[in-house]
Nanobody, 121 residues
Framework: QVQLVESGGGLVQPGGSLRLSCAAS????????MGWYRQAPGKERELVAD???????NYADSVKGRFTISRDNAKNTVYLQMNILKPEDTAIYYC???????????????WGQGTQVTVSS
């Protein structure tokens, strides 16, 4: 089994910063792309940023210049540094990973349970 566990969410004032972490654990052969998504109340889940195994990155236009995604392959962990936070960044943030649990198996998508980020004064 593979598990993704997020941490680092919370309440922050507009203009503030938070750093989210997501650690993959369990039976892991290799991890391909990892990403962060978010879902605000009444809205669909949307991609925030993703990062390939060789650290190529992709960002939603709404977070470019403010958020930075990174990964530590030795720790099977992906991070999301969020700066200059705005009220519209308020959402549940989910990480996902494209992970092969065994060398003879194809990769599957796994999701974390989500962490709440609230930006409010």
């Amino acid at each position: 089994q593979v598990q993704l566990v997020e941490s680092g969410g919370g309440l922050v004032q507009p203009g503030g910063s938070l750093r989210l972490s997501c650690a993959a654990s369990g039976t892991i052969f290799s991890i391909n792309a990892m990403g962060w998504y978010r879902q605000a109340p009444g809205k669909e889940r949307e991609l925030v940023a993703d990062i390939t195994s060789d650290s190529s990155t992709n960002y939603a236009d709404s977070v470019k210049g403010r958020f930075t995604i990174s990964r530590d392959n030795a720790k099977n962990t992906v991070y999301l540094q969020m700066n200059i936070l705005k009220p519209e960044d308020t959402a549940i943030y989910y990480c996902n990973g494209n992970i092969r649990s065994r060398s003879w198996r194809g990769a599957s998508i796994y999701w974390g349970q989500g962490t709440q980020v609230t930006v409010s004064s």
